[in-house]
């Protein structure tokens, strides 16, 4: 059979394609690249947002890191994923005393190391001197560290981000005892003496509605003691785990919450008063072990207020919805890189698949989510390093912008996972190759910190309605424009009239209980609106910077596909998408061009 020519030329991340065997007929996957090194838009935007120095200073830790990623890791992830390996429960040891330990698979324990020991993900924003640097990392700098990592293991980044987020609790509101009794070990990056977190909410009552949670605590005199059990324990082992209770003669709802922290052993060693039930049987993640707890009586310290508990623990909520954002992008791209890789080598009827119309279209449809949450999450966490610092505009869009990521990445995650998949075909659904697990795992998103409906009411009727945070994001997003030379004034327009549209219909959803059932319509359309934004921006400062405006054209792209705006439309539509797919450098003057097409 003889192929046609492919107008299409390997980029940076199909270079590994040509050391193929001439004589394989199975397309290739991405295991044995470097994750980073593959995806120049990640290290656009870290050159935007990042101070030189610290640029500089992570680039190698960046490149170890997407190294590690593309092949070890990659190499465990899978070992840890298959059903022989998953987690198992110890009750008792030989003497018959009880434990209730989770036996690993060495894969997993392995993944720890290097997240925790390694490169010290956890502990990035929380102390001082991780991988070298003298201060603190910034946030964006963290989220990139995951970003690449949940590339190949979705599953742990649970108990590293927890343990993140429960620091973060015991830093702002627990006493000096409490950061003295656990932090140190919450933040250390030493193999052996580092404390994994978890946050236990979830009881059998259900997850949102945590007002009708019926875990008790009572004060003995000396401790307070926990009785109930909790439904869905993710990180069922961990070291510190942060949970609400009742205190007793507290009022029922939430406001009679509070908030503890439970050690698992007690300082003489003993294992504290808790029970692992069982561990759950799981669609995905699971290398991470989620279980029933019951508490009998278990030794636990209160946090804070007592009577603050619920609003103390949802100030790790951006924490953690930020952190979902960034993994729901981080496993569309390793979707993405997989359906390029498949269908730069894959040839059929006489054609490669990236030669067809229809498939160039397919591969664009992928493309567009997980470019538009690269650009929300680097702008969320650039936001939030200066919400930190007292901003109190930036405060206000990561509110919003928070809850409007984790709704829509989460979502497109499902899709985009389903659509790469479909790419590869059968073998896609088989263990062999890493889809079937991207499509399990992608489901998740969509459960944990809320759901969709819950992230799209926080955003519209709270975030919004009682905040008017979507002012104050379309004001600041507006001022950017403005401030990017070189915008078409029809395209800057558009984009200024897409973010109206989506800001006056926050507002129409919140004008009656009947219009929240459009909550969910007008957080796509902010989120949308907002990333075409984005990508317009930075595929200017880009263009400029390193001769690549794709941004610029996945911005246009944005309005016609996801914003269906009408007036996008015109005879570039093949040629922008057969630029985008090549994967080389668009210059800005061809860029605009297109745009004006």
């Given at each position: 059979?003889?192929?046609?020519a492919?107008?299409?030329?390997?980029?940076?991340?199909?270079e590994?394609?040509?050391?193929?065997?001439?004589?394989?007929?199975?397309?290739?996957d991405?295991?044995?690249?470097?994750?980073?090194?593959?995806?120049?838009g990640?290290?656009?935007?870290?050159d935007?947002?990042?101070?030189?120095?610290a640029?500089a200073?992570?680039?190698?830790?960046?490149q170890?890191?997407?190294?590690?990623?593309?092949?070890?890791?990659d190499?465990?992830?899978?070992?840890?994923d298959?059903?022989?390996?998953?987690?198992?429960?110890?009750t008792?040891?030989?003497?018959?005393?009880?434990?209730?330990?989770?036996?690993?698979?060495?894969?997993?324990?392995?993944?720890?190391?290097?997240?925790?020991a390694?490169?010290?993900?956890?502990a990035?924003?929380?102390?001082?001197?991780?991988l070298?640097?003298?201060?603190?990392h910034?946030?964006?700098?963290?989220?990139a560290?995951?970003?690449?990592?949940?590339?190949?293991?979705?599953?742990?980044?649970?108990p590293?981000?927890?343990?993140?987020?429960?620091a973060?609790?015991?830093?702002?509101y627990?006493?000096?005892?409490?950061?003295t009794?656990?932090?140190?070990?919450?933040?250390?990056?030493?193999?052996?003496?580092y404390?994994?977190?978890?946050?236990?909410?979830?009881?059998?009552?259900?997850?949102?509605?945590?007002g009708?949670?019926?875990?008790?605590?009572?004060?003995?005199?000396t401790n307070?003691r926990?009785?109930?059990?909790?439904w869905?324990c993710?990180?069922?082992?961990?070291?510190?785990?942060?949970?609400?209770?009742?205190?007793?003669?507290?009022?029922?709802?939430?406001?009679?919450?509070?908030?503890f922290?439970?050690?698992?052993?007690l300082?003489?060693?003993?294992?504290n008063s808790?029970?692992?039930?069982?561990?759950?049987?799981?669609?995905?993640?699971?290398?991470?072990?989620?279980?029933?707890v019951?508490?009998?009586g278990?030794?636990?310290?209160?946090?804070?207020?007592?009577?603050?508990?619920?609003?103390?623990?949802?100030?790790?909520?951006?924490?953690?919805?930020?952190?979902h954002?960034?993994?729901?992008?981080?496993?569309?791209?390793?979707?993405?890189?997989?359906a390029?890789?498949?269908?730069?080598?894959?040839?059929?009827?006489?054609?490669r698949l990236i030669?067809m119309p229809?498939?160039?279209?397919?591969?664009?449809?992928?493309?567009?989510?997980?470019?538009?949450?690269?650009?929300?999450?680097?702008y969320?966490a650039?936001?939030?390093?200066?919400?930190?610092?007292?901003?109190?505009?930036?405060e206000l869009?990561?509110?919003?912008?928070?809850?409007l990521?984790?709704?829509r990445?989460?979502r497109?995650n499902?899709?985009?996972?389903?659509?790469?998949?479909?790419?590869r075909?059968g073998n896609?659904?088989?263990?062999?190759?890493?889809?079937?697990r991207?499509?399990?795992?992608?489901?998740?998103?969509?459960?944990w910190?809320?759901?969709?409906?819950?992230?799209?009411?926080d955003a519209?009727?709270?975030a919004?309605g009682?905040?008017?945070?979507?002012r104050?994001?379309?004001?600041?997003?507006?001022?950017?424009l403005?401030?990017?030379?070189?915008?078409p004034?029809?395209?800057?327009?558009?984009?200024?009239d897409s973010?109206?549209?989506?800001?006056?219909?926050?507002?129409?959803?919140?004008?009656?209980?009947?219009?929240?059932?459009d909550?969910?319509?007008?957080?796509?359309?902010?989120?949308?609106?907002?990333?075409?934004?984005l990508?317009?921006?930075e595929?200017?400062?880009?263009?400029?910077k390193?001769?690549?405006?794709?941004?610029?054209?996945?911005?246009?792209?944005?309005?016609?596909?996801?914003l269906?705006?009408?007036?996008?439309?015109?005879?570039a539509?093949?040629?922008?998408?057969?630029?985008?797919?090549?994967?080389?450098?668009?210059p800005?003057?061809?860029a605009?061009?297109?745009?004006?097409?």
């Amino acid at each position: 059979m003889t192929l046609t020519a492919s107008p299409f030329k390997q980029g940076p991340a199909l270079e590994r394609l040509a050391t193929c065997p001439a004589d394989q007929l199975i397309a290739p996957d991405c295991r044995g690249m470097n994750f980073y090194a593959i995806d120049p838009g990640l290290s656009d935007l870290l050159d935007m947002y990042l101070p030189t120095d610290a640029r500089a200073f992570l680039e190698p830790h960046l490149q170890a890191l997407g190294q590690v990623s593309g092949q070890r890791l990659d190499e465990l992830a899978t070992i840890a994923d298959k059903e022989r390996n998953k987690p198992v429960l110890r009750t008792r040891n030989r003497f018959g005393v009880d434990e209730d330990w989770v036996e690993y698979h060495p894969s997993y324990l392995e993944m720890e190391r290097i997240a925790f020991a390694d490169f010290g993900i956890h502990a990035m924003t929380r102390v001082d001197g991780v991988l070298g640097w003298p201060g603190k990392h910034s946030p964006l700098a963290k989220y990139a560290f995951q970003y690449l990592f949940v590339q190949s293991e979705f599953g742990l980044m649970c108990p590293i981000c927890v343990t993140d987020s429960s620091a973060f609790l015991i830093e702002r509101y627990g006493d000096e005892a409490l950061k003295t009794r656990f932090l140190p070990g919450m933040s250390s990056t030493q193999a052996g003496q580092y404390l994994r977190g978890a946050q236990f909410m979830t009881e059998r009552s259900g997850g949102s509605d945590v007002g009708t949670n019926r875990l008790q605590a009572q004060w003995d005199g000396t401790n307070w003691r926990l009785s109930g059990d909790k439904w869905f324990c993710s990180a069922v082992d961990a070291d510190v785990v942060l949970l609400l209770a009742r205190p007793e003669g507290a009022p029922e709802g939430s406001r009679g919450l509070a908030l503890f922290a439970m050690p698992r052993r007690l300082d003489d060693g003993r294992r504290n008063s808790y029970r692992v039930a069982r561990l759950k049987d799981k669609l995905g993640t699971r290398s991470m072990p989620s279980g029933e707890v019951i508490f009998e009586g278990a030794v636990a310290y209160l946090v804070g207020d007592i009577e603050r508990g619920l609003k103390q623990m949802l100030d790790q909520v951006n924490l953690s919805r930020l952190s979902h954002g960034v993994r729901a992008a981080a496993m569309m791209r390793r979707c993405l890189n997989e359906a390029l890789a498949v269908s730069n080598y894959r040839a059929a009827f006489g054609q490669r698949l990236i030669d067809m119309p229809l498939q160039r279209r397919q591969l664009i449809k992928l493309m567009l989510p997980t470019e538009q949450a690269l650009s929300v999450f680097a702008y969320t966490a650039h936001l939030f390093g200066q919400a930190e610092e007292g901003d109190s505009r930036a405060e206000l869009q990561v509110r919003l912008l928070t809850p409007l990521l984790k709704f829509r990445t989460c979502r497109d995650n499902i899709r985009v996972a389903t659509g790469s998949m479909e790419v590869r075909g059968g073998n896609g659904y088989i263990e062999d190759f890493v889809n079937e697990r991207l499509v399990r795992d992608a489901h998740l998103g969509v459960l944990w910190e809320g759901t969709s409906n819950i992230n799209a009411l926080d955003a519209v009727q709270r975030a919004a309605g009682k905040e008017g945070a979507h002012r104050v994001l379309a004001e600041s997003l507006a001022d950017l424009l403005q401030r990017t030379a070189g915008l078409p004034d029809r395209f800057c327009t558009q984009l200024l009239d897409s973010l109206e549209r989506a800001t006056v219909f926050m507002d129409q959803c919140t004008q009656t209980r009947e219009a929240q059932v459009d909550s969910r319509s007008a957080s796509s359309q902010m989120y949308h609106a907002v990333s075409a934004v984005l990508l317009a921006v930075e595929g200017m400062q880009v263009g400029r910077k390193s001769g690549d405006a794709r941004r610029l054209l996945i911005s246009r792209q944005v309005l016609r596909h996801r914003l269906q705006v009408a007036a996008m439309a015109g005879d570039a539509e093949a040629e922008i998408e057969q630029r985008l797919l090549t994967q080389q450098a668009i210059p800005l003057e061809d860029a605009l061009g297109l745009l004006l097409r």
